[in-house]
C-alpha cells in the first residue's frame, strides 16, 4: 500500500476537513502505533500502522455515506450549537456515522447540502482549485440594474485584497418591490452572495443554494434529503477528475 499523508487518511477516513484533521494532530489527539504525533507532514501505511483518535481506533474500510439534503432556513452547519439551535443533523434521522459537509450554508440560507463521509470528495468538491459551479435563487428588494448585473458578473471589490470572480448572472423574476435572481459561482467565501449585493446596496430576502457541479434539488422538498445513487457517485467522481485535468494550470 503506498504511503499517504496522516492528515489526509484522517480526512478521507471521515474524520474531519484536511484542515481540521491537521488542527487535531497538533493537539496531540492522535496516535500512530500507539505514540501520540503532534508533527504535520508525517506518512503512514493504512495497511500496517494502526491510528487513533482520541483513542479510539479508526476503522478501515468503512462503508461510504453519500447524501443530499434540502436544508431549511433556521438550521445551522456544525453538530453541536451552544445555545440549542437546531442543526442540519437534526434532520438526519437515525444516521450514526459522521458526515462532514460540502459547503456551509448560513442560518438563514436554504438549499443544497452535501454530506458524506468521503474526505477525498469533500476536498474535490471545496478545493477553489477545482472551481466547482453552485447557482443560487437569490430575492433581493429592489431592482438591479444593468450596471449592477455587469458588476456582479465581472467581479465585485468585496476588500482591498479581494475581488470576487467572474460569474453568471440573470434576472428571472420582478415584483413591485423586489428582483429574483439566479447566480451560479465558482468559488465560496464566507457569506459571499450576501456581501456582494450588500456592496451595490442590495439586502437580500432570500437565498437559496440550487445545485453544487451535478448535484440539484429535483424532487427534494425543504428538510428531506436522500441518498445518492451509485451511478450519481460515479458521475460525481468523474466530473471532479475531469475538472483537476480542466484546471490544472491554475
Known amino acids: 500500500m503506498r504511503k499517504t499523508k496522516l492528515h ?23 496516535k500512530i502505533n500507539g505514540m501520540v504525533v503532534t508533527k504535520l507532514g508525517i506518512e503512514i501505511d493504512p495497511e500496517k500502522d494502526k491510528i487513533e483518535v482520541d483513542n479510539k481506533n479508526i476503522k478501515k474500510d468503512i462503508p461510504r455515506i453519500y447524501i443530499i439534503l434540502n436544508k431549511p432556513r433556521g438550521f445551522l452547519c456544525t453538530y453541536n450549537d451552544p445555545f440549542g439551535r437546531p442543526t442540519i443533523y437534526d434532520l438526519l434521522g437515525n444516521i450514526e456515522t459522521k458526515l ?8 438563514d440560507s436554504e ?18 482549485r477545482k472551481m466547482i459551479k453552485k447557482t443560487y435563487r437569490v ?24 475581488t470576487t470572480s467572474s460569474c453568471q448572472v440573470k434576472i428571472l423574476k420582478k415584483d413591485n418591490y423586489d428582483s429574483i435572481l ?10 459571499q452572495i450576501r456581501r ?9 430576502l432570500e437565498l437559496k443554494r440550487t445545485e453544487i457541479g451535478i448535484l440539484n434539488l429535483d424532487g427534494l422538498n425543504t428538510g428531506q434529503y436522500r441518498f445518492l445513487t451509485e451511478q450519481e457517485i460515479d458521475e460525481l467522481k468523474q466530473c471532479f477528475q475531469n475538472k483537476g485535468k480542466d484546471n490544472n494550470n491554475y
Do not use: W
Not at 120 to 126: K, P, S
Open 8 to 30: 489526509k487518511y484522517l480526512a478521507n477516513m471521515g474524520i474531519d476537513s484536511r484542515r481540521k484533521c491537521e488542527k487535531l494532530i497538533v493537539q496531540g489527539r492522535v
Open 139 to 162: 430575492k433581493v428588494k429592489g431592482f438591479p440594474d444593468d450596471s449592477d448585473i455587469k458588476l456582479l458578473k465581472e467581479g465585485v471589490p468585496l476588500s482591498a485584497d479581494f
Open 100 to 107: 462532514n459537509y460540502a459547503g456551509r450554508l448560513d442560518f
Open 196 to 204: 456582494v449585493f450588500s456592496y451595490l446596496g442590495f439586502q437580500v
Open 111 to 128: 438549499g443544497l447540502i452535501f454530506l458524506t463521509n468521503d474526505g477525498e470528495l469533500i476536498h474535490e468538491i471545496t478545493h477553489p
Open 182 to 191: 439566479e447566480i451560479s459561482i465558482s468559488e465560496g467565501k464566507k457569506r
